[in-house]
């Protein structure tokens, strides 16, 4: 089983549109758990799955409750050849989840922990994180083989990604960073520039583009992938170009 974490300090970046078409791709290959770490329940919202979590976090972090008695299989429609999307869905028990880590025991390990007992069932975690340098991102660090960063073509994205930096080498067990940049507008000359020269710069940001598009915004109409609605899209075909990369590196 891998560990996928979907990850950066920065808010709006492009990670959870990312972790849900990621979970798609993986999907093609092996059954795929989704795990939506932030209160805004973003990624349970696209994925169609009721924005309930059967006991709340708690009871799941501290272990009185496993992943297979929460989860919930995505709702769109899972086409032949494709495995599997099972949600950890995000409700308002959330909210708590920080202070709740910070007053346990091993409170950097306790997602860690909550995995383990999914590993015969999954092939690929996909972790949606929220913004910020949060134990809850730690934790999500901590487990993950493959850190997946959004970098939007902008000064402020490149100091998120230095804080990820940060956040990946305090960890105990660093894990490798996969940076893209995503929401890349080429009518913009400072977004070609960017993609030109910061696959250059910054040896984590790889060589695969997420385009600018409606079609990402069209999975909130349609709760679903890109792929399983526009599945010869740009889009879609960068993230499948994405996972390919995330494979190797995980
Ligand atoms: N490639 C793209 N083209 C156009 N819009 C995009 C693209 N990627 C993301 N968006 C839009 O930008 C907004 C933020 O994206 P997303 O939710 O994926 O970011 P996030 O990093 O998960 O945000 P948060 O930090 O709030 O969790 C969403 O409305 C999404 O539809
Ligand atoms: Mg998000």
Redesign the pocket.
Known sequence: MKIVAVY?T??????????VNLAWEASRSGAVLLWDL?A?G?STYLTGVKPKLKGGVAKLVKGSNTISDVVREAAFPRPEGHHRIDVVPADDSYRELELMLDSVKGSRRRLEKALKDASGTYDTVIL?C??GASLVAENAVRSADVIVT?VAPAALSLRSLEQVRGVVADSAKPAPILAFL???DRRKLSHRRAVEDLPVEHKEIVDVV????????R??SERAPVAAFAPRHQ?ALAYTDLWALVVKAA
Do not use: N
């Not at 920065?10 to 972790?19: C, Y």
């Not at 600018?212 to 915004?217: G, L, P, T």
């Open positions: 950066s920065k808010g709006g970046a492009g990670k959870t549109s990312a972790a932030d805004q973003a949606d929220p913004p959004p995503s929401m890349v997420v385009p600018a598009s409606v079609v990402v915004e999975m909130g889009v």
